[in-house]
């Protein structure tokens, strides 16, 4: 293939990735639109007062959890910020194949920058730009020189210029060693070589590989971009006779000899790359061998002399071709995926690392640590329900121990004429009894009982629960009475009547006499009646009634302490967790949609 053939392929290929993705800043505009709306909405949860008053360590774990949502979204929402402001410059560069030239000083940046924009086609557009020590973009004819091959400098010998073009589809950034730059555009240049596609390293022949070459490499490594060194400058002049042939020279020589710009040898080339490859590897580490690139010599001047010359030895010989080459096959790589997904890369990787969270990444601000801390804060209050619900089930059987003892030390001091006294006595000591069993048994998941609920008073009915005395009917046969009293009645009768009549003798007769005569009348006479006779009272029918009540009651106090409990810290401790995932899945579910 003709070599300048190999110029027209690279020049063509960036007409392909000459593409336009307007959709990116509405994206960015969606997501930023989504991670605020959900910052705002987590910002106005708050935690209802009686879940520090019940609870503080359930209060501060959900505290904790609150905290983290809020922290990440505010955190999402300041790293957006800064991705916005670290593609800033992508605002004119959207969809262009950024590459990156960055070295030190004097290192031939400018000039293969020049040589590229110079040999476009025909019919490519070229645009010049750089940024002043303000960050100010400005159009320029072309990248600036003092010297030969190094860009305008201050009198510190401090570059302070970033500078570059647009060429199609490809943005060349022409950016010197960052140490060498003022803050502003020292910034800017991070910034342009994080969004690199592709990197190139110059180092100059005439000293490859300084000392601090190798710390700005280092930091080029630790990005993780893959770095392809050209060793620039990798020609030489040596000296020959001028065809003038005169001592005194001509227009072409000085004093008959003229210097000719050649390419260094192979060899010399192949030992300076290969010094530069092994001093790389003495500081790179294995985990990032890979993203070192090729390691290859070129000239420019060579390269343009050959073309200016005709001279096809000489400018293959600059390996220019070869860079081409090399090039022209990255930004055909580079095309189809910018077709894509390139342009979104950044996008999706702030959404996937920073905002989703991954297994292998651990985000502190990502949904995925987020849902971790719900997780641990809803097993939390399930453990507390479960917990809560025994506890219920304790206090209702100490409850009844409890209402059965204070009833029964009252037991043999209640009558009819001081039961409701009494009974109201009882019912303060089971209200009481009641707090306290319960406080006990459930204070260690809620605290403050006592000043949460309204204590369930006793109505007594008139004759709910009074103490009467208890009768039975007791049947009589009047007819023993009546024989007996008849009986008794005329023996004296006869007794009487014997005594007057007949003496002593008589008087026995006729007692005798009247007593059996008496007993047979009365017998006659004769009836059954029936009488109602007081058998005790209703004491312990009262008492097993008032216990039953009191056990019910008891109940019911308990009931409404605990759905009080409930509406006071279990309920808007829920609402509060449920309002976290509500806005949580939501989110989630907006931003996955974005791509």
Excluded at 211 to 239: A, M, P, R, W, Y
Excluded at 504 to 519: D, Q, S
Aim: charged fraction near 30%; proline fraction near 2%; glycine fraction near 6%.
């Amino acid at each position: 293939m003709n070599q300048i053939s190999k110029l027209e392929l690279f020049y063509k290929s960036l007409k392909d990735i000459s593409i336009i993705n307007n959709s990116l800043d509405q994206k960015r505009e969606l997501l930023k639109s989504c991670v605020c709306s959900f910052n705002e909405n987590i910002q106005n949860i708050r935690i209802d007062e009686n879940i520090q008053k019940q609870n503080e360590q359930m209060a501060n774990l959900l505290y904790e959890t609150i905290n983290i949502i809020k922290n990440s979204a505010n955190n999402w929402i300041q790293n957006f910020e800064e991705m916005i402001q670290r593609e800033k410059f992508r605002s004119d560069l959207a969809n262009y194949f950024i590459i990156i030239i960055f070295g030190k000083v004097k290192a031939g940046k400018s000039s293969l920058g020049n040589f590229i924009a110079s040999h476009k086609l025909e019919s490519q557009k070229v645009e010049f730009f750089k940024y002043d020590e303000a960050g100010k973009k400005q159009p320029i004819k072309k990248l600036e020189e003092i010297e030969a091959d190094s860009f305008a400098t201050n009198n510190l010998e401090c570059t302070v210029e970033i500078q570059g073009f647009k060429l199609d589809g490809m943005a060349w950034i022409d950016t010197p060693g960052l140490g060498s730059m003022v803050k502003e555009n020292g910034d800017l240049a991070k910034e342009y070589i994080l969004a690199a596609d592709y990197v190139i390293y110059p180092t100059s022949s005439d000293s490859p590989l300084q000392l601090d070459e190798q710390e700005q490499l280092k930091e080029l490594f630790e990005q993780n971009k893959k770095v392809t060194i050209c060793i620039t400058k990798s020609d030489e002049k040596e000296e020959d006779e001028c065809e003038c042939g005169s001592e005194d020279g001509c227009e072409n020589c000085n004093e008959g000899i003229i210097y000719l710009l050649k390419n260094k040898s192979t060899t010399n080339r192949q030992m300076q790359e290969a010094f530069v490859k092994d001093e790389i590897q003495k500081f790179v580490s294995r985990d990032k061998e890979t993203i070192l690139g090729d390691i290859f010599s070129i000239s420019t001047h060579t390269a343009k002399k050959g073309i200016d010359d005709n001279n096809n030895e000489l400018f293959e010989n600059s390996n220019i071709p070869k860079f081409y080459e090399l090039i022209t096959d990255i930004v055909k790589e580079k095309a189809l995926k910018l077709k894509e997904d390139t342009p979104y890369d950044g996008l999706k990787s702030f959404i996937d690392f920073n905002i989703i969270g991954s297994d292998s990444i651990a985000q502190n601000s990502s949904i995925k640590n987020i849902k971790n801390s719900m997780n641990t804060l809803e097993d939390t209050i399930k453990e507390s329900l479960e917990r809560f619900e025994v506890l219920k089930e304790n206090a209702n059987n100490d409850l009844e121990f409890e209402i059965e003892n204070i009833i029964a030390n009252y037991a043999s001091k209640v009558d009819k004429d001081n039961s409701k006294e009494i009974f109201f006595k009882i019912d303060a000591e089971i209200s009481k009894k009641v707090s306290e069993v319960i406080q006990t048994n459930i204070s260690e998941v809620l605290r403050d009982i006592d000043a949460s609920f309204t204590p369930l008073n006793t109505i007594f009915n008139s004759n709910e629960f009074m103490i009467n005395d208890v009768f039975e009917k007791v049947k009589f046969d009047t007819s023993n009475r009546n024989k007996a009293m008849g009986s008794s009645f005329l023996t004296i009768v006869g007794t009487v009547a014997g005594l007057i009549f007949g003496g002593p003798v008589g008087a026995a007769a006729g007692g005798l006499v009247g007593g059996l005569t008496g007993g047979l009348t009365g017998e006659a006479t004769g009836s059954i009646e029936y009488e109602k006779v007081k058998v005790g009272d209703n004491k312990e029918e009262v008492l097993q009634r008032f216990k039953a009540s009191r056990l019910k009651n008891s109940e019911l106090l308990a009931q409404n302490i605990y759905n009080q409990m409930q509406n006071l810290f279990f309920v808007p401790l829920e609402n509060s967790l449920n309002a976290m995932k509500s806005n949580l899945n939501q989110f989630e579910k907006n931003i996955k949609t974005i791509f």
